[in-house]
């Protein structure tokens, strides 16, 4: 158990709707990251909050937003879902340092289905 | 642009042999290269991590090699047992201020047969 707790486990949902994925960090870890799991693209990140604010941007999707609140935790956005869109998203965070997140925790993700 | 390239895609062992993966790297701007095992319906978890001012790391029974000309690494898993069968990612971050993003390889499914 990584410490990095995500919910829901699950998502089912038609295309045009819009869901949203919460995901807990470590305790004392400022960093959230989330990526986007999927078989023809692998692992790709998307986003990066610090502390509540964004820091990092990889390939996400206009339709895509996150944010991270005062009390660190964070949530994935995502609107007019497509078929596409169905894969695993996982939230990982790290430590607070100087450097940066070099050690990244994921959770164990949430699956969604697009219907 | 794939910047991490991984292989092979899928790897079968013997118990007690040793597992070999291999990625390789783009971007010389990168100073963090982990890890990470995934079990099927589980989150990746970081396995072993190393900084290219290091050759050579060993946890266990597992070794990251490490060649900063060549932009190569790879993962052995000595003495595999069937309980290391899973995926392997390999990855590679470089930092930003307190921006940092893993950018990941394709993956390697290992089977290790009992």
């Known amino acids: 158990d990584s410490g990095v707790t995500q919910t829901p486990k699950h998502l089912i949902t038609a295309t045009g709707q819009r869901v949203t994925l919460r995901c807990s960090p470590r305790s004392g870890d400022l960093s959230v990251y989330w990526y986007q799991q999927s078989l023809d693209q692998g692992l790709q990140f998307l986003i990066q909050y610090y502390n509540g604010e964004e820091r990092a941007k990889g390939n996400i999707l206009e339709r895509f937003s996150a944010q991270q609140f005062p009390d660190l935790h964070s949530e994935l956005n995502l609107s007019s879902l497509e078929l596409g869109d169905s894969a695993l998203y996982f939230c990982?965070?790290?430590?607070?340092?100087?450097?940066?997140?070099?050690?990244?925790?994921f959770g164990p993700g949430t699956r969604l289905t697009v219907l | 642009q794939q910047q991490v390239k991984q292989s092979p895609q899928s790897l079968i062992v013997q118990k007690g042999g040793i597992s070999i993966i291999n990625c390789a790297y783009e971007?010389?701007?990168?100073?963090?290269f982990p890890w990470y095992q995934q079990f099927p319906g589980k989150g990746p978890a970081l396995l072993i991590a190393?900084?290219?001012?290091?050759s050579e790391k060993k946890e266990g029974r597992f070794t990251i090699s490490f060649n900063k000309s060549a932009k190569q690494f790879s993962l052995h898993i000595m003495d595999s047992q069937p309980g290391d069968s899973a995926t392997y990612f390999c990855?590679?971050?470089?930092?930003?201020?307190?921006?940092?993003?893993?950018?990941f390889g394709s993956g390697t499914q290992l089977t290790v047969l009992p």
């Open positions: 990982a965070s790290s430590p607070r340092g100087t450097s940066g997140g070099t050690e990244q925790f």
């Open positions: 990855a590679a971050s470089k930092s930003s201020g307190s921006a940092r993003q893993l950018t």
């Open positions: 971007n010389t701007a990168f100073d963090y």
């Open positions: 190393i900084r290219p001012d290091v």
